[in-house]
């Protein structure tokens, strides 16, 4: 054994012993002679073989939790899908399958489809649902009004002119027709806000469903006269204020004595004021008749005692005195009245007044 242990390390390799992946190590060719003899070998046990199986394992064990983390992955791709938003693309006017095409293209989906009355062409997209331009996201449904086409009739335009706006459409709505609001802010002698100052085509034009009438109304911005309202009730004074654009913000009462209880005074501003559509119109309305105090009127002839009280806004009420009470000198003048001078009363009372018509006294003749 020393001489073949010589032999190999002369030929440039280390004679020694081999274990696992060292065992198939070639070692240097040998001479015929030496072909038998044996290549050393040492003994125990080979703890080469329990440090292969232990990296065996950790391979294992890595390739296991990076399959794990694919499948994770692949898992959370297919279920959390990115949604994404844009711009409602605009499909008006398009044909129907132009739009379908359009709107899929662009990650939406096709919802409603209604088919309306319309003078735009048949097969025609009317309106969207979102609107063009909106914001949308990826996926959502889109609600389209494709046109029937035009199916019109004969018809004449209604007089609107001098009707308040809403009362105008109402009337062009029910006659089928379309319209358009132009504002002007030339104001003219009696013109309101909200009212129709004139229409194209005129009154009495023939024209055909679906056709469009155009109709101008005093500008937002046009100063105008606050209109009267005195006499009316607070709601019917109110309606007339908002029908020409103006607002009520508060109400007040004062007494009046020509005015009745509940009905409007006058307004703050004032009747004929210039002001703008929107201002704010105050109320004032009457809470009854107010108090007057009741003049003296005794001794005093029975006609000027009745008109002091007329002066006064005071109704009379005559009757005769008791003649015992009245001397000659006081026939035909107030002897005693109820209430008596200087009461506050209600404007329009009445006062009873007692006058001497004759007299029972010595020396009345």
Do not use: H, W
């Amino acid at each position: 054994q020393g001489v073949a242990r010589l032999r190999a390390r002369e030929g440039g390799v280390e004679a020694g012993a081999f274990f696992g992946a060292d065992a198939t190590r070639a070692v240097s060719a040998v001479s015929a002679g030496e072909r038998t003899q044996s290549v050393p070998v040492m003994s125990g046990p080979r703890t080469d073989v329990r440090r292969r199986r232990g990296n065996r394992s950790g391979i294992t064990s890595v390739v296991v939790i990076l399959l794990l983390a694919i499948a994770g992955l692949s898992y959370y791709l297919l279920t959390n899908k990115t949604v994404t938003t844009t711009s409602m693309p605009n499909v008006i006017g398009q044909s129907i399958s132009s739009a379908t095409s359009t709107l899929r293209t662009n990650g939406l989906q096709i919802g409603e489809v209604k088919l309306i009355q319309s003078n735009k062409p048949k097969g025609t997209v009317v309106s969207t649902t979102p609107a063009a331009g909106k914001k949308v996201s990826s996926g959502q449904s889109v609600s389209l009004k494709v046109s029937l086409g035009t199916s019109t009739k004969p018809v004449t335009v209604p007089n609107v002119t001098n009707m308040s706006l809403s009362a105008a459409e109402t009337l062009l709505q029910q006659k089928n027709l379309a319209y358009t609001v132009n504002q002007t802010s030339s104001s003219t002698s009696g013109a309101t806000p909200n009212t129709v100052l004139s229409q194209s085509p005129a009154a009495g034009t023939s024209a055909r469903t679906g056709d469009k009438v155009v109709l101008t109304i005093l500008a937002p911005t046009t100063t105008y006269a606050v209109p009267p309202v005195a006499g009316q009730t607070q709601v019917a004074a109110t309606q007339t204020l908002v029908q020409q654009g103006l607002s009520v913000s508060s109400t007040t009462t004062k007494c009046s004595n020509t005015v009745a209880s509940g009905l409007v005074i006058s307004t703050n501003p004032p009747v004929g004021t210039q002001v703008k559509a929107g201002t704010s119109i105050i109320l004032v309305t009457s809470s009854g008749f107010c108090n007057v105090y009741v003049p003296d009127v005794i001794g005093s002839t029975q006609s000027a005692a009745e008109s002091t009280m007329t002066s006064q806004g005071l109704q009379t009420s005559v009757s005769s005195a008791d003649p015992t009470l009245c001397s000659p000198s006081q026939i035909g003048t107030v002897l005693s009245q109820n209430p008596s001078g200087g009461t506050s009363v209600l404007y329009n009372s009445t006062v009873d007044l007692s006058v001497c018509d004759t007299s029972t006294q010595p020396g009345s003749g």
